[in-house]
C-alpha cells in the first residue's frame, strides 16, 4: 500500500518512480564531494574593475567560516530516498541550497538527542520536526546569539498585551481551540508557544508555525525560518523587502507599505537587478549603491560594522509603545543605548547620504515622535488613567467605546505617523497618521470622556467626574488644542493647503 502511494503521488507530477534509481541517486549523493560550484560563494555578482578596498568589518564578513562535510552522511542520504519521491519541492529548494552544496543535510539539522521532548524514533533515527535556532546554533553560532538578544527573539512575549486580549477575548471563543483569530493571526508572526504529545509529534493547535518569535520544545526562542525559508534558507530571499512584509504590514505595524512608498523603496524596486543580492559581504557603497532593503539597514555590514542578526542593535526609537520612548530610556531598563545605536545606524546612512542628510533626517523624525507624544500620546494616557481612577470605565480592555478609541490612536493611526516619519513616507506620517489621530482625539476620545463625565453626575459620582472633568478641561486649555474651543490656538500656516 505505501508504494502504491508513492507511486501515485509522484504519478501526479509526471514521474516514474523507480525505487532502486532513487537509492542510486541517494548513495550517489552520498559518497561522491559536494558540488562546490553549485554552492560557492563566487556565485556572486560584482561589478567588473570597481574594486574597492575592503574595511575590516566588512571583510570579517567575506571570511568562510560554516562547517562543510567531506560527503553526504549516511543518515541524510536514507531520508532523500525518500523525499526525493515523496516531497520532490521540498528536495528541488535543498537542492538549490548552500546546504546542499555543503552535505548539510536532513539529519544534520533535525537530529534530535535523547530526552528532547519533540523527539521520535523515525525510519530507526531519532529526529525533531522543529529546527530550533538552538540547532541551528550548532553551526551558526554568532548569528543564534545575536538573534537571541534581539526583539524578535522576544516576540512571542505577547500574551497579557492589549492586542493579545483582542484577538483571543473579544474576536476568540472559550475553547481553546477556536481561539483562530490568535493563532492564526498574531502567533503566526509573534509565535506560538509549541505543544509537543507524548508521541513526539506535535499539537496541530501550535504546529505549523514559523513566528519569529517562537517558544520551540527545546526552551529556545524563535524561528530562523521566517526568514530564512525552508527548505533553501536563501541569503538572496532574506535581504529583499519582500521577506520582512508577511509580518511588517497591515494597519499597526506597516512598514512594508511604507517602505515601498517611500524613496528607498522607489530606487530598490526600480533598480533590484544591480543590488548584487549574491555578494557575500553585501556592503552598501562597495557592493551596490541603490536601494537599501530593510536588511540594509537593520542588520548588514556596513564600512564600519560588521553584519548583525540583532535587529534592534540599531534601534533608537521604540515606536510600537503607546508613548514613544528612546531605547534605554523606557519603563524597561535595558543595556542598550539609543545614542549608540543611533550612531551605528548613521553609518549606513553615511555610506550614500552626506552627514548633514543623516542629522537633517534624524532633526525631523525626532521632531515627529515628539509631537505624537507630548500633543496627543501623553494627554490621552493621561485621560484614560483619568478614567480607571475615577471609576468610569471598567479595568476590563475594551468594553467602553473610549478603550476602542484610545486603542486605535495609539496602536494604529499613532503607529502609522511615527514609522512612516522613520522611513519618509509622507502620506504615512499625514493622512494615515496625524489625520486619523487628530480626528480620533478631538470628535471621539474628549466627546466620548465628556460623555463618561455626565453619565457619572447623574449617577451621583460627582467626586470621580469632577477629578476626569478637570483633566479635560486641561487639555483644552492647552495653547496647542485651545483651537478646538474657538481659541488662538498654535499658529497655522495660511498659505498651506
Known amino acids: 500500500m505505501a508504494n502504491s502511494r508513492k507511486k501515485g503521488s509522484m504519478q501526479t507530477l509526471g514521474f516514474r518512480p523507480l525505487k532502486g534509481l532513487v537509492m542510486l541517486v541517494a548513495w550517489v549523493l552520498f559518497f561522491l564531494p559536494p558540488l562546490a560550484s553549485h554552492a560557492e560563494e563566487g556565485e556572486s555578482v560584482s561589478a567588473p574593475d570597481a574594486k574597492v578596498e575592503v574595511a575590516p568589518a566588512a571583510a570579517e564578513a567575506e571570511k568562510p567560516s560554516r562547517k562543510t562535510f567531506d560527503s553526504l552522511s549516511r543518515e541524510s542520504a536514507t531520508c532523500v530516498s525518500c523525499h526525493i519521491e515523496d516531497n520532490r519541492g521540498l528536495y528541488q529548494q535543498w537542492g538549490r541550497s548552500k ?11 533535525h537530529r534530535a538527542e535523547e530526552g528532547d521532548p519533540d523527539a521520535f524514533m523515525h525510519k530507526k533515527t531519532l529526529i525533531s520536526t522543529i529546527v530550533s535556532p538552538k540547532d541551528c546554533g550548532r553551526c551558526h553560532e554568532r548569528e543564534a546569539k545575536e538573534f537571541s538578544q534581539s526583539i524578535h527573539a522576544k516576540a512571542g512575549g505577547i500574551e497579557g498585551s492589549e492586542s493579545h486580549t483582542l484577538a483571543q477575548v ?23 508557544t509549541i505543544k509537543v504529545k507524548s508521541s513526539g509529534k506535535l499539537e ?16 529556545s526562542s524563535g524561528a530562523c525560518t521566517a526568514c ?32 515601498a512608498e517611500s524613496k528607498h523603496g522607489i530606487n530598490f524596486f526600480s533598480n533590484a537587478e544591480r543590488m548584487n543580492l549574491q555578494s557575500p ?13 530593510c536588511a540594509s539597514c537593520h542588520m548588514s555590514a556596513t564600512v564600519e560594522s560588521p553584519l548583525t542578526h540583532d535587529v534592534s542593535h540599531r534601534i533608537s526609537w521604540n515606536l510600537r509603545a503607546p508613548i ?37 533626517f534624524y532633526q525631523q523624525f ?7 507624544n507630548t500633543k496627543f500620546a501623553q494627554p490621552a494616557q493621561e485621560l484614560m488613567d483619568s478614567l480607571a481612577k475615577a471609576g468610569l470605565r471598567t479595568p476590563a480592555s475594551f468594553d467602553d467605546a473610549i478603550e476602542w478609541t484610545w486603542f486605535e490612536i495609539w496602536h494604529q493611526a499613532g503607529r ?23 480626528r480620533l482625539f478631538y470628535t471621539q476620545l474628549l466627546p466620548q470622556a465628556e460623555a463618561l463625565v455626565a453619565q457619572a453626575r447623574s449617577a451621583g459620582k460627582k467626586e470621580g467626574a469632577d477629578a476626569v472633568a478637570k483633566v479635560i478641561e486641561g487639555i483644552r486649555r492647552r495653547p496647542e488644542h485651545a483651537w478646538s474651543n474657538g481659541g488662538q490656538g498654535e499658529k497655522q500656516d495660511k498659505a498651506a493647503p
Open 99 to 109: 546546504h546542499y552544496g555543503a552535505n548539510v543535510g536532513c539529519y544534520e539539522c
Open 170 to 192: 473579544v474576536q476568540g471563543m472559550p475553547d481553546e481551540s477556536m481561539l483562530v483569530a490568535a493563532k492564526q493571526g498574531c502567533l503566526q508572526c509573534h509565535g506560538s
Open 366 to 372: 525626532d521632531n515627529v515622535v515628539i509631537l505624537y
Open 324 to 360: 514613544s520612548y528612546k531605547v534605554g530610556e523606557g519603563p524597561v531598563k535595558t543595556e542598550a543605548s539609543w545614542k549608540d545605536n543611533r550612531k551605528r545606524m548613521e553609518a549606513v546612512c553615511i555610506s550614500c547620504h552626506t552627514e548633514n542628510i543623516v542629522k537633517g
Open 416 to 438: 502609522r505617523a511615527r514609522q512612516g516619519a522613520s522611513m519618509q513616507a509622507p502620506d504615512y506620517v499625514q493622512w494615515q497618521g496625524f489625520h486619523d489621530i487628530s
Open 204 to 219: 496541530a493547535a501550535t504546529w505549523p508555525n514559523s513566528g519569529i518569535g517562537r517558544i520551540n520544545p527545546d526552551g
Open 228 to 259: 530564512h525559508q525552508r527548505h533553501e534558507f536563501s541569503q538572496v530571499q532574506a535581504r529583499r523587502p519582500e521577506a520582512c512584509g508577511k509580518c511588517h504590514r497591515g494597519p499597526a505595524h506597516p512598514q512594508n507599505e511604507i517602505y
Open 281 to 293: 559581504k553585501w556592503v552598501p557603497g562597495e557592493d551596490y549603491d541603490t536601494g537599501p532593503t
